[in-house]
């Protein structure tokens, strides 16, 4: 197969991310599931942007499994957050208190309301799931334009940044704050996302922002973590042309009660840098991949590789 980039191209060799640790999930497991005590959210309040559908939602799940006292979710519509925070209430049996908040983030109105309604109401965030995520129909950035790229840079970027910016200033300052990005593989692998130049920039550029941040910020202020979900069929990937059969989806589990894991001072060695919901937490907490975290700043993280 052929690539943007005019090689030619055998996915059966695209090892990358399948083959990074030897156990590959494609559903939940014990290390990062919510039921662990070491896990457990009481006392956290948990914000997830396009938290009322998709991963977002099923993210949403799993921190009322942690048994969160508060989540939030938000998103463009005011009927489908109603919606989806009525549903996720009825599953929180252990007391978690759900509340759904309506916020285009392309919109930085929109973002400026949602914050200072926060911020009138008295709460304060513990834990920012970054979720939200512009991802346009398949066409290069020619046949796309400036004015759709630059939508998907201002959800998947310059969105990023606000909301990063506004959690960190909050007051009081001092506590512990978890920040959660869910990225993608588009930022790294070009072949496989090659139909979608717009996503991977802007993503890229996203997930850089975070890990840029990160380097500057000690993870018991703030610890970042930008994680690739797996391959989720979600509505969004059914809208952007793809079906059921076209690929051997994960589980949407294992990137909810990875979002779980990343928050916690387990995965404090995974500050500022990128890595699969797929890869065993064990395996990178251990041996030659820990090895290699601990002893290369550029491990796993965005570069030019070779120079």
């Given at each position: 197969?052929?690539?943007?980039?005019g090689?030619?191209?055998?996915?059966?060799?695209?090892?990358?991310g399948?083959e990074?640790?030897?156990?590959?999930?494609?559903?939940?497991y014990?290390?990062?599931?919510?039921?662990?005590?070491e896990?457990?959210?009481?006392?956290?309040?948990?914000l997830?942007?396009?938290?009322n559908?998709?991963?977002?939602f099923?993210?949403?799940?799993?921190?009322?499994?942690?048994l969160?006292?508060?989540v939030?979710?938000?998103g463009?519509?005011?009927?489908?957050?109603?919606?989806?925070?009525?549903?996720?209430?009825?599953e929180?049996?252990?007391g978690?208190?759900?509340?759904?908040?309506?916020?285009?983030?392309?919109?930085p109105s929109?973002?400026k309301?949602?914050?200072?309604?926060?911020?009138?109401?008295?709460?304060e965030?513990?834990?920012?799931?970054?979720?939200?995520?512009?991802?346009?129909?398949?066409?290069?950035?020619?046949?796309?334009?400036?004015?759709?790229?630059?939508h998907?840079?201002?959800?998947?970027?310059?969105a990023?940044?606000?909301?990063?910016?506004?959690?960190?200033?909050?007051?009081?300052?001092?506590?512990?704050?978890?920040?959660?990005?869910?990225?993608?593989?588009?930022?790294?692998?070009?072949?496989?996302?090659?139909?979608?130049?717009?996503?991977?920039?802007?993503?890229?550029?996203?997930?850089l922002?975070l890990?840029?941040?990160?380097k500057?910020t000690?993870?018991?202020?703030?610890?970042?973590i930008?994680?690739?979900?797996?391959?989720?069929?979600?509505?969004?990937?059914?809208l952007?042309?793809?079906?059921?059969?076209?690929?051997?989806?994960?589980?949407?589990?294992?990137a909810?009660?990875f979002?779980?894991?990343?928050?916690?001072?387990?995965?404090?060695?995974?500050?500022?840098?990128?890595?699969?919901?797929?890869?065993?937490?064990d395996e990178?907490?251990?041996?030659?991949?820990?090895?290699?975290?601990d002893?290369?700043?550029?491990?796993?993280?965005i570069?030019v590789?070779?120079?």
């Amino acid at each position: 197969m052929a690539d943007k980039y005019g090689d030619n191209v055998d996915f059966a060799t695209q090892k990358n991310g399948w083959e990074f640790t030897k156990a590959f999930h494609k559903t939940s497991y014990a290390a990062i599931s919510p039921e662990r005590p070491e896990l457990k959210k009481a006392g956290k309040t948990v914000l997830i942007t396009g938290g009322n559908q998709g991963i977002g939602f099923e993210i949403a799940r799993s921190y009322i499994k942690a048994l969160a006292s508060k989540v939030i979710i938000s998103g463009r519509r005011a009927d489908a957050v109603a919606s989806s925070a009525a549903e996720l209430a009825k599953e929180a049996s252990s007391g978690t208190k759900v509340e759904g908040r309506v916020c285009d983030v392309s919109k930085p109105s929109d973002i400026k309301e949602l914050w200072e309604g926060l911020e009138k109401d008295g709460i304060e965030i513990d834990i920012l799931v970054l979720n939200a995520a512009a991802f346009a129909p398949p066409k290069t950035l020619m046949e796309a334009g400036t004015e759709a790229i630059w939508h998907d840079y201002m959800v998947n970027t310059r969105a990023t940044l606000d909301f990063t910016e506004r959690f960190y200033k909050q007051q009081p300052t001092d506590k512990q704050k978890y920040l959660v990005g869910v990225s993608t593989m588009a930022i790294h692998n070009f072949v496989v996302t090659a139909d979608r130049p717009g996503y991977s920039l802007t993503k890229n550029a996203g997930t850089l922002a975070l890990q840029l941040i990160a380097k500057d910020t000690s993870p018991e202020k703030m610890q970042i973590i930008n994680f690739h979900p797996g391959g989720v069929f979600t509505n969004a990937a059914r809208l952007s042309g793809l079906e059921e059969n076209s690929y051997q989806w994960d589980d949407a589990s294992l990137a909810a009660d990875f979002a779980v894991w990343a928050a916690t001072p387990e995965a404090r060695f995974l500050h500022g840098r990128f890595v699969w919901a797929n890869w065993d937490v064990d395996e990178l907490k251990t041996g030659s991949i820990r090895e290699k975290i601990d002893n290369d700043p550029a491990f796993l993280r965005i570069g030019v590789n070779g120079v």
